[in-house]
T-cell receptor, first 112, second 112 residues
């Protein structure tokens, strides 16, 4: 069935560098996308979202890019910090169902 | 800050026993989700409520799992009988019309 997936299971970056986490989705009907951060033993924490009528949205140190042509979503983290170490999930849903579907996640490791 | 409350945080049970998890969503959130997350994987939707009604339980193993949200506020997820393969993190989330879903800290279930 249609699902959300990720290209890289683990990403290791140097503290201070920028991080880019990628996600591919296959449901063309999806119109809302969310990035979540999950630390060990905790529930997913909302980072940033984007709707399908946008191609870029910026938050504090984070930017989400959406390319509907190739069904690709990315999360950019500027000046990565040790506290950014976690697993990052992209999720998608449609306004009609509010059903959130998650990908398998990317682990971000920040080297001091 | 409003948050989704879940209890217990940890539960160890013997296989074939019954177990129940409780979730209190953010006040005013009509949509409530129960997810199961196996270690190293993304959350998998089990059941979705809109107020007191189930809108999606297609992935809920109905022979042993049940969920209810009788008054459209808090919710209970039950497993009877528990099996070894049910060991996982059970996450509850809630959302309003904005689609952004907020997660609780989860219940870590270990079946022995």
């Amino acid at each position: 069935g249609e699902n959300v997936g990720l290209h890289l299971p683990t990403l290791s970056v140097q503290e201070g560098d920028n991080s880019i986490i990628n996600c591919a989705y296959s449901n063309s009907a999806s119109d809302y996308f969310i990035w979540y951060k999950q630390e060990s033993g905790k529930g997913p924490q909302f980072i940033i979202d984007i709707r399908s009528n946008m191609d870029k949205r910026q938050g504090q140190r984070v930017t989400v890019l959406l390319n509907k042509t190739v069904k690709h979503l990315s999360l950019q983290i500027a000046a990565t910090q040790p506290g950014d170490s976690a697993v990052y999930f992209c999720a998608e849903n449609t306004d009609s169902s509010y059903k959130l579907i998650f990908g398998s996640g990317t682990r971000l490791l920040v080297r001091p | 800050e409003a948050e989704v409350a879940q209890s217990p945080r940890y539960k160890i049970t013997e296989k074939s026993q019954a177990v129940a998890f409780w979730c209190d969503p953010i006040s005013g959130h009509a949509t409530l989700y129960w997810y199961r997350q196996i270690l190293g994987q993304g959350p998998e939707l089990l059941v979705q409520f809109q107020d007191e009604s189930v809108v999606d339980d297609s992935q809920l193993p109905k022979d042993r799992f049940s969920a209810e949200r009788l008054k459209g506020v808090d919710s209970t997820l039950k497993i009877q009988p528990a099996e070894l393969g049910d060991s996982a993190m059970y996450l509850c989330a809630s959302s309003s019309q904005s689609n952004e879903a907020f997660f609780g800290q989860g219940t870590r279930l270990t079946v022995v």
